[in-house]
């Protein structure tokens, strides 16, 4: 992709890799994103089975299993670039676990992605404070329930 710099320009590339009709469309997706940030930024969301999200988890965190979303940030200045990977099966069997509607959990995990990207983390409680309190507000401003 080429780079720039525009203001509020969002490049976005959507795959679909793992074929589940459940994964959200590249509209909902960049909705998502551009709720959690206004600027410029490159971002390839992709939508993966479990194996490969099993695969790309242990290659890069060293945890032998799929995970909901991983996050691979490039840069943040002057562009924010990055990738997200989301497990559709792993996002698909957490929402009805946890009684979710599967967009809401899609939306939800989006927005953690991109918070990510931008340098937001969960390691420690203050910074779980304040991640959880952006997604929330986020998504309520999208109309979703408090993810938490």
């Given amino acids: 992709m080429k780079r720039s710099a525009a203001k509020g320009r969002l490049s976005l590339s959507v795959q679909h ?15 998502w994103l551009r709720a959690a940030h206004a600027g410029a930024a490159e971002l390839a969301v992709r939508f993966v089975d479990e194996a490969e999200g099993r695969e790309l988890n242990a290659r890069h965190r060293g945890k032998d299993r799929a995970t909901n979303v991983l996050a ?9 670039a990055g990738d997200l990977v989301l497990c559709a099966p792993v996002v698909l069997r957490e929402a009805r676990e946890q009684g979710k509607a599967p967009e809401a959990h899609f939306a939800h995990l989006v927005v953690h992605g991109m918070l990510h990207l931008q340098g937001y983390g969960h390691e420690t409680a203050a910074e779980a404070r304040v991640m959880e309190g952006k997604e929330t507000e986020i998504l309520a401003r999208l109309g979703y329930p408090d993810p938490y």
Avoid: T
């Avoid at 589940?20 to 960049?30: G, H, L, M, T």
């Avoid at 691979?72 to 924010?80: N, V």
């Fill in 17 to 31: 890799a793992a074929g589940a009709a459940s994964s959200p469309s590249r509209d909902q997706v960049r909705k």
């Fill in 72 to 80: 691979f940030a490039y840069s943040r200045e002057p562009l924010l």
